[in-house]
């Protein structure tokens, strides 16, 4: 059973543009104007990190950006907060494996 | 920095009647919420709503917070909204709140009055393995399913027979989700037999005394095990059943999100009834600090409804403080007043009542 809802008894979902985006580097899609996350759970992605240190699987749990449950690597950055970060064209998704590492810049 | 008259935090129920409310009188509103898009919990509620008709009895939760925003889109000349936007810290040395936009953008905001509609977070639970991907808050299956159209698994555990649990659990099914059973620690359903009985006709059973034991799975939830438990609180392990789910919903109460008032240094007490530590405020709202106001769950755990009320109230003496007015405003807000008193009035507000009775002060 796909997880999108086609059929609803009161919602019916707007979505926006299909877009491509890469889950480490794999290619999948999803919709313009849903969350990272959204997309990751709707192509059957459930972890999307490892705990920093016990290395246990970690994935969605609020979903309102505040338990940080979901820290992914979104193009090169860590620790984004993909339940509330807006899938765009073309992004980068990573699994973040630990604590992820700070960009320098110079 | 950006300079406003009325800041509201929070664009839920209460942080949209609030800047209803503050506009409506004629402040100048800079709205600010963490959502991707406003409504808080109420764009999720495909339920209808209970209480007195004026208050939007019998309508969705999801139509409700339609009415609220086409209010916000005919007040855009006074109310700025800003989404995707958490603020993160009040600075009590010269009232500054900052904020951040999306993960790295942030910005300072100095406001004449303040109002906290922060809303809660879930609660979570304590059980072998309840960091696997596959437990769930209840708000966030709602937001998957009903925000976003995707549904959070084939078979889900729900954890929690209050209001919240019993409304999700329907709305699993109305989604095609097969909800295997709800557990409930305490003796009896916390939420009304309406809700029960609704999923009760549908095949669900409800085991009250029940909690989940523990959940097993390598990357996700394979499966979990729930247990009777005796009359003190213990799992009796002759009952352990193991069932097949690959979700487990969590819907075990909210704890107001106080971040800001803690920070503010705004007086609080620790009161249970109204799921922890809340802040002490005069009945419209206005907190130990006289700029700052609350309104909604995050000034103790209740419903929309009451934080609709919440809002309009500290919205309305908000910007009454700033020498703002419409004609009639003071019988609205009394009207307001017996409307929150009235909807607190049955007997399954009791507890809320007793709540109430400890924070709400005369300044």
Not at chain 1, 9 to 26: A, C, H, N
Not at chain 2, 86 to 101: F, I, L, N, P, S
Not at chain 2, 271 to 296: C, E, H, W
Not at chain 2, 340 to 352: C, H, M, Q
Request: with cysteine.
């Amino acid at each position: 059973m796909s997880s999108r809802l086609e059929h609803h008894p009161i919602l019916t979902f707007q979505r926006g543009r299909k877009v491509k985006f890469y889950f480490d580097g794999k290619e999948l899609e999803g919709y313009e104007g849903e969350t990272i996350a959204a997309a990751l759970h709707a192509a059957g992605v459930k972890k999307y990190r490892t705990s920093a240190e016990l290395g246990r699987p970690r994935g969605f749990f609020c979903a309102i950006g505040k338990c940080s449950s979901c820290f992914m690597v979104v193009d090169g950055k860590p620790n984004v907060r993909v339940c509330v970060t807006p899938l765009r064209e073309g992004m980068r998704v990573q699994t973040q494996i630990g604590k992820g590492d700070l960009i320098e810049k110079n | 920095m950006r300079k406003t008259e009325v800041l509201v935090v929070g664009g839920g129920p209460a942080g949209l009647s609030a800047a209803i409310a503050a506009a409506s009188m004629g402040a100048k509103v800079l709205l600010v919420d963490d959502g991707l898009k406003l409504g808080g919990q109420l764009v999720k509620q495909t339920h209808k709503f209970f209480g007195s008709h004026r208050q939007s009895a019998g309508v969705r939760g999801i139509k409700i917070a339609g009415m609220l925003l086409s209010d916000i889109e005919k007040l855009k000349d006074k109310i700025e909204v800003v989404s995707n936007t958490t603020a993160t810290g009040y600075y009590q040395d010269d009232g500054v709140v900052t904020a951040m936009t999306g993960e790295d953008v942030y910005m300072k905001i100095k406001s004449e009055r303040v109002i906290i509609a922060t809303g809660a977070s879930e609660r979570m639970l304590t059980f072998p393995n309840n960091d696997l991907p596959g437990v769930y808050g209840a708000g966030a299956v709602q937001t998957l399913m009903n925000v976003y159209g995707i549904v959070p698994g084939d078979r889900v555990l729900m954890v929690g027979a209050g209001n919240i649990g019993l409304i999700v659990s329907y709305q699993l099914m109305q989604a095609n989700v097969e909800v295997a059973t709800v557990v409930e620690a305490m003796p009896y359903i916390g939420g009304y037999l309406v809700h029960a009985s609704k999923i009760r006709r549908l095949g669900v059973p409800i085991y009250t005394s029940h909690t989940i034991l523990e959940v097993y799975g390598k990357d996700a939830v394979e499966a979990a095990a729930i247990v009777k438990l005796d009359s003190k609180w213990q799992p009796i392990p002759s009952t352990k059943r193991i069932l097949n789910v690959d979700t487990v919903c969590l819907s075990v109460g909210l704890s107001p999100l106080i971040e800001l008032l803690w920070q503010a240094g705004c007086k609080m007490k620790y009161v249970p009834q109204l799921g922890g530590n809340v802040v002490l405020r005069d009945k419209y709202m206005r907190t130990s600090r006289r700029d700052i106001f609350v309104a909604g769950d995050v000034a103790g755990i209740e419903e929309a409804t009451s934080a609709m009320l919440e809002g309009k109230l500290a919205g309305l003496i908000a910007a009454s403080d700033l020498g703002y007015a419409y004609d009639g405003w003071e019988a609205d807000r009394e009207d307001t007043l017996s409307s929150l008193e009235e909807l607190r009035r049955g007997p399954l507000s009791e507890k809320i009542r007793s709540g109430l009775k400890e924070v709400v002060v005369e300044w």
